[in-house]
């Protein structure tokens, strides 16, 4: 019998846009039959005893929001040991967003180093509860129709893929031998069998991160 693995959702969410989408990602891991935690980043805590890590921020301007950015780099070295997805969420408007705006310089760079499966931007929304001027102006100027560029479908398909490799992994158990890991005294294993190290697992993260949405 194979155990449930575990997996653990964490956001970071300015107007609960984004913590929609990380439900939404959440609701689809449990449908296919993972165990999973969904919570906010700042209230995450170490990501220890989960088997893999989903990590989404809302955008803005190039930066992910604080608490998502402090989250991936005080747990560094745990999310290394383990698979790792990410997402940002945050264009709309009429317009295609620009990559350069949308795609955060320094958390590609982490994904890379930490070896991440993917890393996917989906759309956003504009704030339903606008707070300051440009989020005001925003509101005002974007059509209607473009106000909400989250594609649900997308979402739950990413989801799935996600939860489909995560299931795999834990279906197909590997054997942990002293010739697997350069560190097996530090290294730890999850119910996979798998080795945890990051030096077993391999990058699978294209070179420019992938976009979603319309």
Partial sequence: MTTQPKVLVVYASKHGATREIAEAIAAELRGVGCVVDCREAHDAGRPDGYDAVILGSATYVKRWRREARRFLAHHRDVLAQRPLWLFSSGPVGAQEPDPAWIEPHAVLRAAQEL?????????????????????????????????????????????????????????????????????????????????????????????????SGP
Avoid: K
């Fill in 115 to 211: 070896g991440a499966r993917d890393h996917v931007v989906f759309g956003g929304r504009v704030p339903a509860d606008p707070q300051n001027f440009v989020e005001r102006a925003m509101a005002r100027d974007t059509p209607a129709e473009y106000a909400d560029r989250r594609d649900w479908d997308e979402i739950r398909a990413w989801a799935r893929g996600v939860g489909e490799a995560v299931l795999g992994q834990a279906s197909a158990p590997t054997a942990v031998t002293a010739a697997s890991c350069a560190s097996e005294a530090e290294c730890g294993t999850t119910i996979t069998g798998q080795c945890a190290c990051s030096a077993t697992r391999p990058d699978t993260l294209p070179s420019s991160a992938r976009r």
